[in-house]
C-alpha cells in the first residue's frame, strides 16, 4: 500500500523543487513530515540541496538543512521587489555553481507565494538564457499555469508584472518620491444584515505601518475582523497623479460577492506636499463620523509587526483576531511617502502634509 503524505513535493524542473504544505496542517504532523522530506532530498541530492523557506522563520527547518534562506513574508501578500530580486539572484548563483546544484522552495499556507517566484525567475533567467534553458522555462510556466495560478491574488499578480517589466524595461522606472493626498473609496460593501460596521483603512509603506484610523458609521460591538479589500502597489511604477483599481484587482474583494462589481479605489497623488490645484476634495456624507481615538486597540492593531514570531517551533495554537477593516499597502521605491492624514472619508481620505 503507497504511502500517503501530508505535503506535495513537485520537481518543477530537474532542478528546481516545490514543497508545499498545507495551511491547517497540525504542528506535529507538520514537524513529522518536514523530517520525512529532509530524508528525502538528502538520500537522493545530498548536501547539493539549498532551501528557501518562503513561509514564517523556524529553527526546525534550519536544524533539518544548514543551508536555508529565509525568504519570509506573510501569506496571500507579494513580497517586496527587491526581495524578489535577491531571490532570484540567490537562486542562480546556487545553480551556476555546480550542475548538480538543485533549489528546494519550501511553503507552508498559500500556493501563490510559490508561484510568484517561479514566474518572477523566469523574468530573470530569460537575461541570461541560453539554448538549454527553453525546457526549463516551459516546464515552469506550465507548473504556474496547472498548480498555481488560481491561488494567485490580484496584488502577486502585479508584483510578477512589475518585476517583469522592470527587468525588460517595458516599465519606466520612477524614482522621484511621491505625496499621497487622497484615498477615494466610493462604494463600500455590506458586510453585516443590519447595515452597521467599523471601517478601517490602514496604510504600510515597506511593512510599516504608516497611518490607520476607525470610521463608525453605527455603534455596533463586534468580537470580529474580517478584511474588507487589500491592496499593494509600488511607487516607482507611478508616472501620474491618479491611480485607479477595479474590484479585479482588489485581493480578497475580487472574488467576494458582497463587494460590488463596479467598486474601485482611487490614489490620488502629486510630486509635492502643496494641495492640488483645481482638484476639488471629495466630503463624507454628514451621516459618517469619525472617531479619533488612537487609544482604540482595533487602531493600533499592527497586523504584521510579530509575523516572524507566529510560530517558535511550540505545539500551541496561533490565536487569530477578527475584525471588520480595510487593509492597504504602500511601498516607496526612493526615500518615504511623507504625509500625516486630515480626515474626511463613502469613504474618502484627504492626506495633507
Known amino acids: 500500500m503507497e504511502r500517503q503524505y501530508d505535503f506535495d513535493l513537485t520537481y518543477i524542473t530537474e532542478r528546481i523543487i516545490s514543497v508545499f504544505f498545507p495551511p491547517l496542517l497540525e504542528e506535529q504532523r507538520y514537524r513529522l513530515n518536514l523530517r520525512e522530506v529532509a530524508s528525502m532530498l538528502k538520500s537522493k541530492h545530498q548536501d547539493k540541496f539549498l532551501l528557501f523557506n518562503l513561509s ?30 535577491a531571490m532570484c539572484k540567490a ?5 551556476n555553481s555546480d550542475p548538480q546544484h538543485v533549489v528546494v522552495l519550501h511553503c507552508k499556507g498559500n500556493k501563490g ?52 517589466g522592470l527587468l ?13 493626498h487622497q484615498v477615494l473609496i466610493p462604494t463600500i460593501p455590506n458586510f453585516q444584515e443590519d447595515g452597521g460596521f467599523f471601517p478601517f483603512l490602514k496604510i504600510y509603506q515597506s511593512m510599516q505601518i504608516y497611518w490607520r484610523h476607525l470610521h463608525n458609521l453605527k455603534r455596533v460591538q463586534s468580537a470580529e475582523r474580517d478584511s474588507v479589500f487589500r491592496l499593494q502597489f509600488h511607487t516607482c511604477t507611478i508616472h501620474g497623479a491618479q491611480l485607479w483599481f477595479g474590484k479585479g484587482e482588489l485581493d480578497e474583494a475580487c472574488s467576494d460577492d458582497r463587494f460590488p462589481s463596479d467598486a474601485t479605489v482611487e490614489f490620488v ?20 463620523s469619525v472617531d479619533y481615538n488612537t487609544n482604540d486597540p482595533v487602531v493600533r492593531w499592527d497586523s504584521y509587526e510579530n509575523f516572524n514570531q507566529r510560530h517558535q517551533d511550540s505545539l500551541e495554537g496561533t490565536t487569530i483576531h477578527s475584525y471588520n477593516h480595510i487593509l492597504v499597502f504602500i511601498q516607496a521605491f526612493k526615500g518615504k511617502i511623507l504625509y500625516y492624514f486630515k480626515q474626511d472619508f463613502p469613504f474618502y481620505f484627504e492626506v495633507k502634509v
Open 56 to 85: 514564517e522563520r523556524r529553527h526546525d527547518i534550519t536544524r533539518l538543512n544548514p543551508k536555508v534562506h529565509d525568504v519570509c513574508w506573510p501569506d496571500m501578500h507579494a513580497p517586496p521587489l527587491d526581495k524578489i530580486c
Open 91 to 95: 537562486m542562480e548563483n546556487w545553480l
Open 113 to 164: 507565494k510559490t508561484g510568484v517566484i517561479i514566474a518572477a525567475y523566469m523574468h530573470y533567467s530569460k537575461i541570461s538564457a541560453g539554448a538549454d534553458q527553453a525546457l526549463s522555462t516551459l516546464a515552469m510556466r506550465k507548473f504556474c499555469e496547472d498548480k498555481v495560478s488560481p491561488s494567485l491574488q490580484p496584488s502577486q499578480n502585479r508584483y510578477i508584472y512589475y518585476f517583469g
Open 168 to 180: 525588460s524595461g517595458a516599465i519606466k522606472m520612477n524614482s522621484s518620491p511621491l505625496f499621497l
Open 269 to 288: 497623488f502629486s510630486s509635492g506636499p502643496e494641495k492640488i490645484k483645481g482638484r476639488v476634495s471629495q466630503r463624507n456624507d454628514p451621516a459618517v
